[in-house]
């Protein structure tokens, strides 16, 4: 019974030129979005492995030079693009894709897309994830808003309801028929996403990245058609229910996303860019209460290292005294460092919140973040990348420090090490979170997801119930 | 008479339909939530700039105080690194955007780029990115008043007016009108001019009041205010151009809701991207990586030339070799060091020269591809005409971006003389460094130039209403 149903739907809305047109467009873009991704993608893995490669070099080749030298000329780190980045950048074009690590500076990640692209890019890029975030939904209402004000309209809804046609399977029949179609793009775009991903890059696994993607997609166009069937159902006029969706569509996708973003940075302002790396500086040079200037703190060490060995000169120290000052004064950057790295992480997290709730007013909103969470291009990802890297900066200082401490003495600023230390370090490899962190960290948005659908379906056949069929 | 009756009777319709109190309490709310929100943001820019500028000249002063000190014989320094003396004390200084009394009509480039910068001798100069906020903001995009009248503004206007001809038959209302003394085309076009007008004046008033949330006064920049006044009344026109031409087909009113609202996103949401993606396929710019790497590759072998390249550079430079005085020749090593600096810098930024230029070259040629293929779309002119006048556009930064790289470039020549001098920083030196302007760009012509496009866009809809006539209902 429900197939046959289901049968006459797709019928119905194969001799709908208007539906079958607005299917194949959107297939149409997909492939579109996709082609274009894999390129975009295959380039930028191509201009990642150049420049980690020519980095690489740059260190090696550096020549003999004294180690804290080489730490000041530095080694570029480049970002490796996440696998499904084939179907969401996600915020990646807003954040860096080169990191200077040297010694003393803790540096972000720079060069952001972004500040490249005019004024068009700010509407939007058409990759995968904008058409089945934004354009299958507005499919969704475009076939959904008469399924049944319509039949109502056309009169046939009682001629429907008088074959002792039983409303849940015909109302289900409804609802799956273009479920099926909203299923159909998102499981072609991701498989052919993750094939492609995996053509760019052979040993990565993503099918479970895919399944909790599509799990995401799933949730999200449940709940649009529940929607869409529950202001089609209550419409007396099908226009109505149009408008009616429509401006639901722009106040998901659009209204509540921006108001979102305005309020989060309104009620949660991030500090600003100068003053914060000013009183970064103030703080590594007064000390972290402000009553311990760096002349005090080297003094200190100075004398305890002198009372440590038990000589009076620095002279006549076993070690540099310069390359054990410098680490200690690396020691104490990185503890002003992660002070105010713990600021702005705070100041994201709150942040974080609003978008959170404000997930409970916007249907898109949750879904564009599980989609972010999943394809490894949120914020968690890169904070991720620059934690590590920042890492990475203080072992390779730290080595090069105690190079100097250990090998040379003190006020020998002629000692120069080779490529043989330089070889000591290794190679930047990034470890991206495993699936289950993601999942968990953005577990809020697919319970939000769940919510959504929950509440329009209970609403959708609450109202079948209460309103006895006679809808 | 009878059209004085007609026009009565619309004014009455239109009060009497709550989907226009509803849609104007809607607009009104979303248009000054958004100015509210977005002078919020522009103020905290705007005192950032301040600040940091107010911050320099106060340590600048008491530089000089102590340089001053010293040179009086108050104070004493036995070594340069450290003291007001050196150059290094001097590196940074503070550039800031021009935000204008209008930005709050427009988010445009602001959030993305930081709104002080600092440059130095030692580095190439650069736009800081807002590198510490948030970048989910930045993806969804801002709430400003911009997005309100380029997005929200049709959608009202649609919702308003697609059912106009449509529904009336629907209803049967229409065989009553047509039954009716007047003509149904000047009917027609009565209703909708009346309508457009409303409407023209209505959100008007509401960008008025909305300068006055802000606390700004829009008849101080009047031309300014015209041209935002005809922008906003042209793009009206076209989206009723387009409700009108929609209207004349015999189509039911959901069909005309699915053809407006198709239109609609087509407009703001395909076209765009489709337009960004197909310039991106075919003006192609080469990756930021690899001009870090030529960089980093050219700093490299300039270093390692130091010696040789310093020898040449004073030979092609008499005139700084001259320049060498004794007067601190125990700091020899320290301005040796400068001089060697700027030499290495200069040679570097000589050898990537061509390959920046490239690079910019062809992201001009990138921006000129989209903003061509984006004229398609009415909306991406208006909004990128609201940031000309914001002065908040790509292009403002684009422009303040070349401010920078002239100031840095008088900075490392001021330091750069000075090096070869063999000089320390004196008090002589307060009168000659160089200080940056913020300067508020003005780019009439781009303005201009979208008054033109959406003239033509509603002129081509004129055409097509003219072919398609009245007669047609």
Redesign the interface.
């Known amino acids: 019974m429900l197939s046959m149903l289901v049968l006459k739907e797709w019928r119905q809305q194969w001799r709908n030129r208007?539906l079958l047109f607005a299917f194949i467009l959107l297939c149409f873009?997909g492939v579109?979005?996709l082609t274009?991704s894999y390129?975009?993608h295959r380039?930028a893995l191509a201009?990642?492995a150049?420049?980690m490669a020519?980095?690489r070099d740059?260190w090696l080749s550096?020549?003999e030079k004294n180690p804290h030298s080489a730490a000041h000329y530095g080694l570029?780190v480049?970002k490796l693009p996440a696998p499904l980045s084939v179907l969401d950048q996600?915020?990646a074009p807003?954040?860096?894709?080169?990191t200077f690590t040297e010694a003393h500076v803790k540096n972000?990640?720079?060069?952001?897309?972004?500040?490249?692209?005019?004024?068009?890019?700010?509407?939007?890029?058409?990759t995968p994830t904008?058409l089945l975030v934004?354009?299958v939904p507005?499919f969704l209402i475009?076939a959904c808003?008469?399924r049944i004000s319509?039949e109502r309209e056309r009169g046939t809804w009682r001629l429907v309801l008088s074959c002792r046609a039983k409303l849940f399977p015909v109302l289900l029949s409804k609802w799956l028929s273009l479920y099926m179609l909203a299923m159909i793009v998102a499981v072609g775009v991701i498989l052919f996403g993750s094939i492609m991903a995996t053509l760019l890059e052979p040993g990565v696994n993503l099918w479970q990245q895919c399944l909790w993607l599509l799990l995401g997609y799933a949730l999200y166009y449940a709940a649009f058609l529940n929607v869409g069937l529950l202001v089609s159902a209550n419409c007396a006029?099908?226009?109505v229910a149009?408008?009616v969706l429509?401006?639901f569509w722009?106040v998901c996708q659009?209204?509540v996303?921006?108001?979102?973003?305005?309020?989060?940075?309104?009620r949660f302002?991030?500090?600003?860019?100068?003053?914060?790396h000013?009183q970064m500086q103030q703080q590594k040079a007064d000390g972290m209460d402000g009553h311990n200037p760096k002349d005090e703190r080297v003094a200190q060490i100075r004398n305890e290292t002198l009372e440590k060995y038990g000589v009076i000169e620095v002279s006549e120290l076993p070690i540099n005294i310069d390359g054990l000052l410098m680490q200690q004064d690396e020691v104490y950057g990185n503890r002003v460092y992660d002070a105010f790295g713990e600021r702005?992480q705070q100041?994201?997290a709150s942040?974080?919140s609003v978008?959170l709730w404000s997930s409970l007013l916007s249907l898109a909103l949750p879904m564009?973040q599980w989609s972010l969470g999943m394809t490894w291009g949120?914020?968690s990802h890169?904070q991720r990348f620059n934690a590590q890297v920042e890492t990475y900066r203080r072992d390779w200082v730290e080595m090069l420090n105690t190079d100097m401490m250990q090998q040379s003495r003190s006020g020998d600023w002629s000692y120069k090490a080779d490529q043989q230390l330089w070889q000591q370090v290794a190679p930047f490899e990034f470890e991206p979170a495993g699936i289950e962190d993601q999942v968990q960290h953005n577990a809020a948005y697919l319970i939000s997801l769940l919510l959504w659908w929950l509440v329009s379906g209970l609403a959708l056949f609450g109202w079948i119930h209460w309103r006895g069929g006679m809808i | 008479m009878k059209y004085q009756i007609w026009y009565r009777t619309e004014c009455k319709l239109l009060l009497r339909d709550p989907v226009v109190w509803i849609f104007c309490a809607a607009f009104l709310g979303?248009l000054f939530?958004?100015t509210l929100?977005s002078v919020?943001?522009q103020a905290?820019y705007r005192a950032?700039v301040t600040?940091?500028f107010e911050?320099q000249a106060l340590q600048q002063a008491e530089q000089f105080a102590d340089l001053a000190a010293f040179e009086a014989g108050e104070k004493q320094y036995d070594v340069l690194f450290g003291t007001p003396r050196s150059y290094f004390t001097w590196a940074d200084s503070?550039t800031g955007f021009a935000f204008s009394d209008w930005s709050f009509l427009a988010t445009?480039?602001s959030d993305?780029?930081?709104?002080?910068n600092?440059v130095n001798f030692y580095e190439p100069p650069?736009?800081?990115?807002?590198?510490?906020?948030?970048?989910?903001?930045?993806?969804?995009?801002?709430?400003?008043p911009a997005?309100v009248l380029v997005?929200?503004l049709p959608?009202f206007l649609i919702?308003l007016n697609?059912?106009l001809i449509?529904?009336e038959r629907e209803r049967g209302m229409l065989t009553l009108l047509l039954a009716q003394t007047p003509a149904i085309k000047s009917l027609m076009v009565l209703r909708m001019a009346l309508r457009l007008g409303l409407v023209f004046a209505f959100v008007a008033l509401a960008l008025l009041a909305a300068f006055g949330v802000a606390g700004v006064n829009p008849l101080v920049q009047s031309g300014s205010l015209i041209v935002l006044l005809s922008l906003v009344l042209l793009y009206l026109l076209f989206w009723f151009c387009v409700v009108l031409l929609v209207n004349l087909m015999r189509w039911?009113?959901?069909t005309?809701?699915?053809v407006l609202?198709?239109t609609w996103?087509f407009l703001?949401?395909?076209l765009?991207?489709?337009?960004?993606?197909t310039a991106?396929?075919i003006a192609e710019?080469p990756?930021?990586?690899?001009l870090?790497?030529a960089q980093?590759?050219a700093a490299?072998q300039a270093s390692?030339q130091k010696t040789e390249l310093f020898d040449q550079y004073l030979l092609d430079h008499p005139e700084l070799a001259d320049l060498k005085s004794d007067e601190h020749a125990s700091f020899s090593g320290t301005f040796a060091w400068y001089q060697q600096s700027a030499v290495v810098y200069e040679t570097a930024a000589r050898a990537v020269a061509s390959q920046n230029e490239r690079y910019q070259e062809q992201?001009r040629a990138?921006?000129q591809l989209?903003?061509y293929l984006?004229l398609a779309s009415p909306?991406?002119v208006f909004?990128?005409a609201l940031?000309t006048l914001a002065g908040t556009?790509?292009t403002h930064y684009w422009d303040y971006a070349e401010a920078l790289e002239r100031y840095a470039q008088d900075w490392r020549t001021f330091f750069k003389r000075k090096a070869f001098s063999e000089m320390a920083m004196t008090t002589r030196d307060q009168a000659s460094l160089p200080g940056f302007q913020p300067t508020q760009a003005q780019f009439p012509a781009q303005t201009m130039q979208a008054l033109l496009l959406l003239g033509v866009a509603c002129v081509l809809l004129g055409v097509a209403l003219f072919v398609k006539q009245l007669k047609a209902i």
Not at chain 1, 257 to 266: F, H
Not at chain 1, 269 to 276: E, I, K, L, M, S
């Open positions: 208007q873009l579109v979005s274009y390129f975009e380039k201009t990642y150049e420049g020519t980095a740059h550096q020549g570029y480049f996600g915020v807003f954040m860096g894709v080169a972000d990640a720079t060069y952001e897309s972004a500040l490249d692209q005019s004024g068009a890019w700010r509407f939007g890029v058409l904008f934004y354009l507005l475009f808003f008469d319509g006029r099908s226009h149009m408008v429509i401006i722009v659009l209204v996303p921006k108001w979102a973003a305005s309020w989060a940075e309104q302002p991030t500090p600003d860019r100068a003053v914060f000013e702005i100041v994201h942040q974080r978008f564009r949120d914020l890169h | 979303c939530y958004a929100v919020e943001r905290a950032a600040s940091a911050t503070v445009g480039s993305l780029f930081a709104p002080v600092l650069k736009l800081f990115a807002q590198d510490l906020a948030n970048p989910l903001p930045r993806l969804l995009g801002s709430f400003d997005f997005y929200l959608l919702a697609y059912r449509g529904y039911t009113a959901s005309c809701a699915l609202l198709t996103a703001l949401m395909i765009p991207t489709l337009a960004i993606l991106a396929s710019v990756s930021r990586v690899s870090v790497n980093r590759s490299k390692e992201l990138r921006h989209e903003s984006s909306a991406v909004k990128h940031e556009s790509v």
